[in-house]
């Protein structure tokens, strides 16, 4: 009796007796053969877990074994952006872009194309030719249906989802009371050559070109990073409208580029589960979290306190992810510290991925196998294409 009592009264500390009779199912199960990596815990609820290759360095040993052990999709950083696959005007390379589908069809992973609009990364000949006049802005037009459609039609088959549009939404941080009307900003240099109705014709390229990949809205700072849900309201809208005017957008990818100095953005999983309201999936496409480090060769964190904190970023935004049964797959941008794009691009931060300058796993890493673990018995399972492991 006495015993009894004991038992439950540890029982019950830990926690268990609440969860119910399902509490222990699965937690000795396999113990040899259960899954460790990121790509094996992700694939017990269907979901994809991905990284974007950067550098794009698929001979270092090292770094390609860990692309291939612990990720199921990938990303080129830099491969299928139009100043990578057209540099000089009329002469398409897609050699990067073939070398990453090779290297995930060895792996069994799938590829997320990115991207096919954006305003950043676009050839010389082309930002110079429209700003001297050269190009028109009817040829301008002609000229993405054609780049869109010969890459959407090159990649045909092999991609899983597009980032068809990337980054059009203007921010709170750009300024104006209150910002753009309607969210879009007006500066992008594709809305002020071509107006607004160029991002929906940028889907309908994609789509008929490569009717079978699922396209996707992407950017960053639309699941309430900007601390007013002002950005992701907007996204929200005008994908409703989209939608309404038949155009083909099958998902919407937050980027999830987050930092420590920043509050974490608690309204992650609703603004998932409402873009996911749509019918659309939902996905998290370019995560890292940055912190201000001591110098960009060791990139240690000048407050020993952002190691946890930047762990809790990847925890709480993996679980935002987990808990949508619609989000098919959680994308970090690049796995290794040494390669990360953070240092170039925001000064004195680094410390934004799961692999130490010396490729070693952190915090942040085990942290998300301890998510996985437990979402095998706590989060919704994902269905489609990207939730068998051995599809096709
Ligand atoms: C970055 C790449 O990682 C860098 O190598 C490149 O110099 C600039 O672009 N949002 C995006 C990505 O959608 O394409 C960007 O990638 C990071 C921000």
Redesign the pocket.
């Known amino acids: 009796m006495r015993l009894r009592t004991l038992a439950v009264a540890a029982l019950s500390m830990l926690g268990l007796l609440a969860a119910g009779p399902t509490a222990f199912a699965g937690s000795h199960t396999g113990t040899s053969a259960a899954p460790t990596t990121l790509r094996g815990l992700a694939a017990q609820v269907g979901l994809r877990f991905g990284t ?1 290759i ?2 794009f360095d698929l001979n270092n040993a090292p770094y390609t074994q860990i692309a291939a052990q612990q990720f199921s999709v990938v990303t080129p ?2 491969e299928m ?1 139009w100043q990578v696959v057209e540099p000089t005007q009329g002469v398409l390379d897609f050699s990067g872009g073939d070398r990453l589908v090779a290297f995930a069809k060895a792996n069994n992973d799938l590829v997320r194309g ?2 096919l609009l ?1 305003h ?2 676009l050839p010389n000949w082309l930002t110079t030719g429209v700003a001297n006049g050269t190009i028109s802005n009817d040829q301008l037009r002609d000229l993405l249906h054609q780049h869109i459609t010969d890459e959407a039609k090159h990649f045909k088959g092999e991609i899983w989802q597009w ?1 068809v549009a ?2 059009f939404f203007a921010n709170t941080f750009d300024g104006g009371t209150p910002p753009l009307p309607d969210g879009i900003s007006t500066n992008d240099f594709w809305v002020k050559h071509l107006g607004e109705g160029i991002i929906g014709d940028a889907f309908r390229w994609a789509h008929a070109a490569d009717p079978k990949a699922l396209l996707f809205y ?1 950017d ?1 700072n639309i699941a309430g990073e900007d601390g007013t849900n002002l950005k992701s309201n907007n996204v929200f809208a005008w994908v409703k409208t989209m939608l309404a005017q038949g155009v083909p957008i099958q998902g919407v990818g937050d ?1 999830g ?1 987050l930092d420590t100095q920043f509050g974490f953005p608690t309204r992650m999983e609703q603004d998932l589960t409402r873009f996911a309201s749509l019918g659309l999936k939902v996905a998290v ?2 995560a890292d979290v940055r912190t201000f480090v001591v110098d960009t060769a060791t990139q240690q964190p000048t407050d020993r306190l952002a190691v946890f904190a930047t762990a809790h970023y990847y925890d709480q935004m993996l679980k935002a992810c987990l808990f949508v049964r619609q989000c098919i797959s959680f994308t970090v ?2 796995f290794a510290d040494a390669d990360s ?1 953070i240092p ?2 925001f000064k004195g931060e680094g410390y934004a991925t799961l692999w130490d300058v010396n490729l070693q796993p952190k915090t942040s890493f085990f942290d998300l196998q301890g998510d996985l673990r437990l979402a095998k018995d706590g989060a919704p399972h994902r269905t489609g294409r990207g939730a068998d492991p051995d599809g096709d």
Do not use: L, M, S, Y
């Open positions: 974007a950067i550098p950083g830099n952006k990115h991207t954006w950043n990364q980032d990337n980054e992407n960053f980027q580029h496409t370019e941008w690049g794009w170039g691009f």
